[in-house]
């Protein structure tokens, strides 16, 4: 792309992500536009989930906005976070990029570009990174007016731009805080959460078996979607009854649920991690089918995911009968695929996920490694999953410290001896802002 020497206009580019564009934006464009004619690299959201959160505009509507500010030569779609492909496609005779890579952990990917650069004899001009206007938290401050609508399309896209959609269980609002703040080395931190029967009946004091109904559930979950923006997923048992379904339906989408998974059992509900499944019995694909289709005819936004989810493997049955649940699940709406199981390793959700891959009716794949946690997400990537879910894991860390802490002010007649074992009055105090 880069022009024959003689020619007048240089080549510079510039990769932005634009999620809101403020001064720091056009400061830094106004500065590599004098270096001669500005590509703008828009990265894309699979560009940006690689170091950073899923933006909240989406591509076409930064794209837009982009487009409209002057003295712009073209803007491109960037794909990749690492910008090989690009640059060496691109060939620019300047590259600017502000100096905040210089220290947060897209540091090796500069080194990288630094190496290409060479290789294609262009100019780094890195101006200075202001932090007050270029960091500044647009997200936080505009989380109290984030719509339900934005929350329930970002499941389906994340699951569009990312490798693995990361999905953590949360019981009220604080566990839905832990999740919606947390970061692992600044970039790594949860896509959403899921509302779990079992947890959601634990914290009731009930058994997972539906005596907490979906009206209570659901005033629970107001609360946590109330103080978070992240997407949800609702475990909604077997959907109930086929005449309800729209209307849960609609009160979930209407809360701004991204999806709702249901599962192929009649009668009695019995948790699917019992060892003794006697009493579980399998919907027959044909009713199951017309509840998944009930169920994608009530949305409102197609947006929101109806995710069908199999039980042939906790109920002993084959890899043939879960084969063909899949594939007329498929058919009959289902957006994706949960496939269950309580096995202590993943062999037989990866044996599923083999065969259903090769299927016309394939359709992303979702697992629940509560009896399997060996299992890494690089494994689940590798086997063609794309929704991982954490099921249960925050009340089963809270609860044993509970136990322990009131074990202890009955033994010691006093609280003390726990004092340094839990989080301080002062951090307690702060916690919520
Ligand atoms: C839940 O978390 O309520 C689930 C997953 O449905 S499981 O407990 O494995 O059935
Ligand atoms: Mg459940």
């Not at 509507?61 to 090989?84: M, P």
């Not at 009668?267 to 509840?291: A, C, E, M, P, T």
Request: hydrophobic share 35%; proline share 2%.
């Amino acid at each position: 792309m880069r022009k024959k020497s003689g020619s007048k206009k240089k080549i510079v580019y510039l990769a932005l992500a634009v999620d809101f564009l403020h001064s720091g934006h056009l400061r830094i464009i106004k500065l590599a536009k004098k270096y001669g004619n500005l590509i703008i690299g828009l990265m894309s959201d699979k560009a940006i989930t690689e170091y950073k959160r899923l933006p909240l505009l989406s591509f076409n509507e930064r794209k837009k906005i982009i487009e409209n500010l002057s003295g712009i030569h073209k803007v491109i779609k960037q794909d990749d976070a690492d910008y090989t492909k690009t640059l060496k496609k691109i060939r620019p005779n300047y590259f600017v990029h502000g100096s905040d890579w210089k220290y947060d952990n897209r540091k090796k990917i500069r080194k990288q570009v630094i190496n290409i650069l060479k290789k294609i004899n262009c100019k780094l001009i890195e101006p200075e990174y202001k932090k007050k206007i270029d960091n500044y938290d647009f997200r936080s401050k505009l989380g109290e007016y984030f719509s339900p609508d934005v929350r329930v399309s970002n499941l389906r896209r994340a699951i569009n731009s990312k490798n693995i959609v990361r999905i953590l269980e949360s019981h009220n609002s604080l566990t839905g805080l832990i999740i919606e703040n947390l970061k692992h080395n600044e970039r790594e931190e949860f896509d959403g959460m899921w509302s779990s029967s079992l947890t959601d009946s634990l914290t009731r004091g009930k058994p997972d078996n539906q005596s907490v109904d979906f009206s209570t559930r659901i005033s629970g979950l107001n609360e946590m979607l109330d103080v978070t923006t992240k997407p949800l997923i609702f475990d909604a048992d077997n959907g109930g009854r086929i005449e309800h379904i729209h209307f849960t339906v609609k009160t979930l989408e209407r809360l701004g649920v991204s999806a709702m998974i249901i599962e192929d059992k009649v009668g009695l509900k019995q948790n699917s991690l019992f060892s003794d499944q006697n009493r579980s019995f399998q919907d027959s694909i044909k009713s199951f089918s017309n509840k998944l289709r009930a169920a994608s005819q009530a949305r409102r936004s197609k947006d929101f995911m109806v995710i069908a989810r199999i039980e042939s493997f906790i109920l002993g049955k084959g890899l043939n009968d879960a084969m063909k649940r899949a594939e007329a699940y498929s058919k009959a709406g289902a957006d994706a695929i949960l496939i269950h199981s309580k096995e202590n390793t993943p062999s037989e959700i990866f044996s599923f996920a083999k065969k259903f891959s090769e299927s016309k009716y394939f359709k992303p794949l979702v697992c629940v490694p509560s009896t399997y946690s060996k299992v890494s997400e690089k494994q689940l990537i590798k086997n063609n999953f794309k929704i991982v879910i954490y099921a249960n894991h925050m009340i089963r860390s809270a609860y044993p410290s509970m136990v322990k802490t009131a074990k202890s002010i009955l033994k010691f007649k006093r609280s003390y001896e726990q004092e340094k074992k839990m989080t301080s009055i002062k951090n307690v105090i702060s916690l919520v802002k």
